[in-house]
């Protein structure tokens, strides 16, 4: 099953052109709550409107920094 995940990259490549440069100052500026951010950095789905803020203030589409990745069951 596939999902899709933030792509870290992207996210700091963003953050280096807006001159940010830490997470809590990404926070601060989005609006989008520093334990959110950190949900969708390792691999919540960032599915939600927390995230559509984030993308707004990046003044990015969603699909730039998003990247599909492939689920692994808990049977395997």
């Not at 601060?28 to 520093?34: F, P």
Request: proline share 4%.
């Amino acid at each position: 099953m596939k999902s899709l995940i933030l792509n870290e990259k992207e996210l700091r490549k963003k953050m280096i052109d807006l001159d940010i440069k830490t997470i809590n100052e990404l926070a601060a500026k989005s609006g989008v709550s520093k334990p959110t951010i950190y949900e969708y950095i390792n691999g919540k789905s960032p599915l939600s409107a927390a995230f559509t803020r984030l993308c707004d203030y990046l003044n990015v589409a969603p699909h730039e920094i998003l990247v599909e990745t492939e689920l692994i069951s808990a049977e395997e």
